[in-house]
C-alpha cells in the first residue's frame, strides 16, 4: 500500500459507516498482533490514483483505555514499529455533538501524527440547526477540516483529496500544553524513551502496563521514574481533561452556531419517553420480538416449502436416473440430504437477520440495552452485558468478544459465562424444524401464529436462564471492584436499507459456508458408519430377507424399508446409537436423536443435517419426502408410538436450549479467560442443566 489511513472517533460517529463507504467488499478481519482484538481493514483507491490501506480502530472517548479494545488505539499510535501504524489519522467526529467528540481530537493532535478532521453528519446537524465555520475550524486546528455524511455518501471525494493533501509531517498546532502536569516525570520518561514529545511521554507514564512494544526492564525503570516523581495517574487525568476541554471551549466559542438546542433532539425525546418506560417500553419490546418471530414462520413458509420440494425432487431423480451404487447413495442420501437440512433454513435466518440489522440502525437497539441496565445491575451484571447478550442471538461466539468492552472483571467473567445460554442462530434450524413437528400450524385470531409463539418462549425461556444464571454466578464469584455503566444514545434514524440487505446476504451466506462446511463432513461420515456395520450383520440380514423380496407377488417396498431399518440399526452409527440410549431414554429420545446429540457437539446445526442423513438412509416412509415429513412419519419400534410426540420435542428444544453444544464457543471461552477452569466449568454446569431441564420437561408432559 502507497499510505495507511487509521479511522479514529468516538463510537456512535458514523465511524464504521465511513470504513465501509471507502472500503465497500474491499475488505477483511483479522486480529491486531499478539492481541485478541478484532482488526478491521480495507483498501481504497485516493484521488491520485494512489491505493490506501484504512484501517478502522476501535472507538473510544479518549486515549484513557476503559477496556482491551480501546487500550489498542494509543498502542497502535504510539508504536512506529506497529504494522498498523498510520501515515495519516481521519479523527471521525459527530458534528452535531462536536464539543464531547474534540476531547479524542486535542490527545490525538498532541501525538504529532498527521490528521485530518472529518465532520460526519453534517447534514443531520444543519437539520438541527447546527452551523460549523468550516474554515475557520481549520485555520485554528492548523489541520484539514471536511464536512461529510458517510450514512449519504456525502463529501467522501473530499475526504480522499484530502488524506491525498496530507503532508507526511503533521501541521497541526499543539492543543494543550501538558508539561505542566508533571514536568520533572514527564522529563525524565523524555529521556528514558528518547523522545520531545511531551505527551507522548505522559501517556507513556499513564498507560505503560498496556503497551506491549515495551521490554520488562523498560517497564520496571518506567515504574521506578513514576514513583521517585510521585506520580498520580487520576489526578492528573481530571486535570488534563479540564485542561483541554477549556482549551476547546475557545476553539469552538465562534466556530459552532446552535440555532436548535431546544428542539435538536425533541423528536428522539418523545419517542424515548415511550419506548423507554419503565411499563411501556417492556411491553414494546415483546411486542417486537413477537413480530420478528411470528415473521419467522409467516413469512419464510412458502421459501421453505420450495427448498425442501427442491431439494426432494432432486433426491427422488436422482435414485430414479443416476446407476444404482454405493456412489450415488453418499452423495444423494449424505451430501444432499445434508445440504437440504441447512438451505431450508435460509428464510429464517435472513429474516432474522434482517430485523437486527434494522433495529440497530435506527437505534433501537440501544436503548434496549438501557432499559436492561436496571434488571442487568440486580442479576450481577450491567447494561453493557446486554450488548453481547443480544449480540448472541446471531452467534456467542464474536459477542462473547464483545465482552471485553466490560470493564468490571466479574462482571464481563459473568456475561461470557451466560452469553452461550442465548438461543443464537445455530439453535434456530432446530427449533424451527421440532415446533414444526409438534405445534400446529394454526393461527389465534387469524394473526397469532401458535408456532411463531412458541419460537418466541424458546428465546425467552433463554434470556431467563441466562439471567438466573448470572444472578446465581453473582453470588459465587466475589471481587471488590465496583461497575458502572454509561451509553450514549443515538438520534433515531431511518435504516439504511441497503445495509440491511447485505447484512441478510452476508448472514445467509456465512450461516451456509460455515455450517456447511462442517454438515457435509458429519453427513459423510455419518453415511459410510450408517452404511456399513461390523462382520456379516448386513450379509445375515439380507439373507433374512432374500426369500420375501424374490417373491414377485408381494409389495417388496415395505419389505424393503425394513431391511433398511434392519440394517441401520446394525450399523456402527446404529451400534452407537443404542449404546447411548439408556442414558437418554429418560428424556424421551431414541437412539436416532442420540446420534443427533453426539453430532450437535461440533455445532448445534448438525443434529438437522444429521437426522436427514439418518432418515435417508433409513428409508422410512416410500410417501415422505422431506426431513420433517420423515421424521413426524417415525415410530418407536418398541411402543408403537411416534417418536416426536409434544413431551419429546418440548425436552429436546429444552436441551439444545441450555447445553453447550459448540466447539468454537469453549475455544472461545478458553481463549478469552486465558484457561480451561472457566471453559469446563461452563461445560459442566450447562450440560447438567440441559439433561435436568429436559428430564423434568419429559416426565411432566409424557
Not at 514499529?81 to 481530537?105: C, E, Q
Not at 525503570?221 to 479540564?242: L, N, P, R, V, Y
Request: glycine letters at 6%.
Amino acid at each position: 500500500m502507497d499510505i495507511k489511513v487509521a479511522l479514529v472517533g468516538n463510537p456512535n460517529t458514523g465511524k464504521s459507516t465511513l470504513f465501509n463507504r471507502l472500503t465497500g467488499l474491499n475488505q477483511k478481519i483479522g486480529n491486531f498482533p499478539g492481541i485478541t482484538v478484532d482488526k478491521k481493514t480495507g483498501f481504497t483507491k485516493l484521488s491520485d490514483g494512489k491505493d490506501a490501506e484504512i484501517i478502522d480502530l476501535p472507538g473510544t472517548y479518549s486515549l484513557y483505555p476503559k477496556s482491551k479494545d480501546e487500550s489498542i488505539v494509543f498502542q497502535v499510535l504510539a508504536d512506529q514499529g506497529n504494522s498498523s501504524h498510520p501515515d495519516v489519522i481521519v479523527l471521525v467526529t459527530d458534528a452535531s455533538n462536536l464539543k464531547r467528540n474534540m476531547l479524542l481530537y486535542s490527545q490525538v493532535a498532541d501525538l504529532g501524527i498527521p490528521m485530518i478532521l472529518a465532520l460526519n453528519m453534517i447534514d443531520l446537524a444543519a437539520k438541527g440547526g447546527i452551523e460549523i465555520d468550516v474554515d475557520k475550524l481549520a485555520a485554528k486546528l492548523g489541520i484539514q477540516v471536511v464536512s461529510i455524511s458517510a450514512r449519504n455518501n456525502i463529501g467522501i471525494d473530499k475526504l480522499k483529496q484530502a488524506v491525498t493533501n496530507t503532508n507526511k509531517i503533521a501541521t497541526q498546532f499543539q492543543e494543550v500544553d501538558v508539561n505542566f502536569l508533571a514536568p520533572e516525570a514527564i522529563n525524565a520518561i523524555k529521556q528514558h524513551i528518547n523522545t520531545d514529545n511531551d505527551y507522548y511521554a505522559l501517556q507513556v507514564l499513564h498507560q505503560h502496563e498496556h503497551l506491549t512494544f515495551f521490554t520488562e526492564k523498560d517497564q520496571v525503570e518506567i515504574e521506578e521514574i513514576e514513583q521517585s516523581h510521585q506520580f498520580e495517574s487520576a489526578k492528573i487525568q481530571a486535570a488534563e481533561t479540564i485542561a483541554r476541554y477549556k482549551h476547546l471551549s475557545t476553539v469552538l466559542s465562534d466556530v459552532v452556531t446552535d440555532q436548535g438546542t431546544a428542539k435538536k433532539f425533541s423528536f428522539s425525546d418523545r419517542l424515548d419517553a415511550i419506548l423507554t418506560h419503565k411499563v411501556w417500553g417492556f411491553a414494546i419490546f415483546l411486542l417486537i420480538l413477537f413480530v420478528i418471530f411470528n415473521a419467522i414462520f409467516a413469512w419464510s413458509s412458502y421459501p421453505m416449502e420450495w427448498i425442501e420440494g427442491t431439494f426432494g425432487w432432486i433426491t427422488s431423480m436422482g435414485h430414479e436416473h443416476l446407476p444404482a451404487g454405493m456412489l450415488t447413495d453418499l452423495v444423494l442420501d449424505g451430501v444432499v440430504a445434508g445440504l437440504g437440512g441447512i438451505f431450508v433454513f435460509i428464510p429464517q435466518i435472513a429474516i432474522l437477520f434482517a430485523f437486527i440489522s434494522i433495529l440497530e440502525d435506527t437505534g433501537y437497539m440501544s436503548r434496549v440495552t438501557f432499559m436492561m441496565d436496571k434488571i442487568m445491575s440486580k442479576v450481577g451484571l450491567n447494561g453493557k452485558s446486554v450488548v453481547p447478550m443480544i449480540g448472541g442471538l446471531a452467534c456467542a461466539v464474536p459477542s462473547i468478544m464483545a465482552a471485553r468492552n466490560i470493564e468490571n472483571w466479574k462482571d464481563r467473567m459473568i456475561t461470557i459465562m451466560v452469553t452461550p445460554l442465548i438461543s443464537c442462530s445455530a439453535r434456530l434450524p432446530v427449533y424451527i424444524l421440532l415446533i414444526s413437528i409438534i405445534i400446529p400450524a394454526k393461527t389465534i385470531w387469524g394473526i397469532i401464529s401458535l408456532q411463531g409463539l412458541a419460537l418466541m418462549v424458546m428465546y425467552l425461556v433463554s434470556f431467563v436462564a441466562a439471567v438466573v444464571v448470572a444472578w446465581v454466578m453473582k453470588l459465587i464469584i466475589k471481587t471488590k471492584e465496583k461497575s458502572y455503566f454509561i451509553m450514549e444514545l443515538p438520534i433515531y434514524r431511518m435504516p439504511r436499507w441497503k445495509n440491511v440487505l447485505f447484512t441478510m446476504y452476508e448472514k445467509s451466506k456465512t450461516f451456509v459456508l460455515e455450517a456447511g462446511k462442517v454438515i457435509i463432513a458429519i453427513s459423510i461420515i455419518l453415511w459410510v458408519l450408517a452404511s456399513f456395520g461390523p462382520g456379516n450383520r448386513f450379509d445375515n440380514i439380507d439373507q433374512k430377507y432374500s426369500a420375501a423380496l424374490a417373491d414377485t407377488t408381494k409389495n417388496t417396498d415395505h419389505i424393503k424399508t425394513l431391511v433398511a431399518t434392519e440394517k441401520l440399526e446394525n450399523s456402527y452409527v446404529g451400534i452407537l446409537g443404542h449404546f447411548i440410549e439408556p442414558a437418554i431414554r429418560p428424556l424421551g429420545y431414541d437412539w436416532k436423536i442420540g446420534i443427533g446429540l453426539i453430532t450437535s457437539f461440533a455445532a448445534r446445526e448438525a443434529f438437522v443435517g444429521t437426522m436427514a442423513t439418518i432418515y435417508s438412509v433409513d428409508g422410512g416412509d416410500e410417501d415422505s419426502v422431506t426431513i420433517r415429513q420423515r421424521m413426524e412419519a417415525s415410530v418407536n419400534s418398541k411402543t408403537g408410538l411416534p417418536v416426536y410426540t409434544f413431551a419429546t420435542g418440548i425436552s429436546l428444544m429444552l436441551f439444545y436450549a441450555f447445553a453447550m453444544q459448540c466447539m468454537s464457543t469453549v475455544a472461545i471461552v478458553y481463549r478469552e479467560t486465558k484457561g480451561w477452569k472457566w471453559p469446563v466449568i461452563q461445560l459442566a454446569y450447562m450440560t447438567a442443566m440441559a439433561y435436568v431441564a429436559a428430564l423434568i420437561a419429559y416426565q411432566l408432559l409424557k
